[in-house]
């Protein structure tokens, strides 16, 4: 059973950071496939960040030069760190995870949600 629990949203101004993290259980990193998407208020999820067992990343046009995702395979843990923060920026931040991947990257179909953590940027 596959558990993401996500952690560390809350509200910052605009040119701040924030830095989330998702604690798996479950989930087998020898072969991963994780990410976080988001979502904001009246808009369709959006894919931020991916990164697979060999490092390899994918980000997001929206959130590039300002995101950073990284993994703790010890501490069987994700994160998300996130400067420079906008507005538009704002919404409820989910991780992800794959079961059956192929390309880890934005379009990848994630098995595996958590229940979100909300970012909200004040202009």
């Known amino acids: 059973h596959v558990r993401l629990v996500e952690s560390g949203g809350g509200s910052v101004q605009a040119g701040g950071s924030l830095g989330l993290s998702c604690a798996a259980s479950?989930?087998?990193?020898?072969?991963?496939?994780m990410g976080w998407f988001r979502q904001a208020p009246g808009k369709e999820r959006e894919g931020v960040a991916t990164?697979?067992?060999?490092?390899?990343?994918t980000y997001g046009d929206a959130v590039k030069g300002r995101f950073t995702i990284s993994k703790d395979n010890a501490k069987d843990t994700l994160y998300l760190q996130m400067n420079n923060l906008k507005p538009e920026d704002t919404g409820m931040y989910y991780c992800?995870?794959?079961?059956?991947?192929?390309?880890?990257?934005?379009?990848?179909?994630?098995?595996?949600w958590g229940k979100g953590t909300l970012v909200t940027i004040s202009s």
């Open positions: 992800a995870a794959a079961y059956a991947w192929l390309v880890c990257d934005l379009q990848v179909l994630m098995d595996y």
């Open positions: 479950g989930y087998t990193y020898g072969s991963s496939c």
């Open positions: 990164i697979d067992s060999d490092g390899n990343i």
